[in-house]
């Protein structure tokens, strides 16, 4: 929520023809856990690219 203040912040004031937008993944795990660091990043990028569908269709629809 934090972030997408300051971006829609930064965009309304930068005079740029372009907007500035970031889309991030993240999981916890267990540090006792059975899942690697590649099972992990996988599973961080599905979100990443979840969140990411989620806005292209949000800016497509005008629905947040």
């Known amino acids: 929520a934090r ?6 912040q930064w965009n309304q004031k930068s005079g740029h023809p372009w907007t500035l ?3 991030l993944g993240s999981v916890t795990f ?3 856990g059975v899942l690697t660091v590649s099972q992990l990043l996988r599973l ?3 979100v990443m690219y979840d969140h990411k ?3 292209k269709t949000s800016v497509a629809t005008g629905q947040p």
């Not at 972030?3 to 829609?8: I, K, Q, S, T, Y």
């Open 30 to 32: 267990q540090a006792d």
């Open 3 to 8: 972030m997408d203040r300051l971006l829609r």
């Open 53 to 55: 569908r989620r806005k």
């Open 21 to 23: 937008s970031i889309t």
């Open 44 to 46: 961080a990028d599905e």
